[in-house]
């Protein structure tokens, strides 16, 4: 077993950009928007953009890792009690 800090971190290996393209196809533009009010989510939005700005901007960044977190939680329960 693997005793490392990173060992059970979500976010060990996964790239803004990959966490941003799931949420995306998970939730959708306009349901990031209303999850985190940010307006690179709401006006205009694309993952090009909205990198630039998460990697500018550490508060919001957080936010994302935070929902995306959220998110892998959800699906694991979802996986547990069978539901899709």
């Not at 799931?22 to 990198?51: D, K, M, Q």
């Not at 990697?55 to 960044?61: D, F, I, N």
Request: net charge positive.
């Amino acid at each position: 077993m693997d005793t490392t800090p990173q060992a059970r971190n979500p976010l060990h290996g996964v790239t803004l950009e990959a966490m941003l393209t799931e949420l995306v196809a998970h939730f959708g533009w306009p349901g990031l928007g209303e999850r985190i009010a940010i307006r690179c989510f709401t006006s205009e939005p694309s993952v090009a953009s909205s990198l630039k700005f998460l990697r500018k901007t550490p508060w919001a960044r957080e936010k994302v890792e935070g929902l995306y977190r959220f998110m892998l939680r959800e699906q694991a329960r979802q996986a547990r009690s069978g539901r899709p």
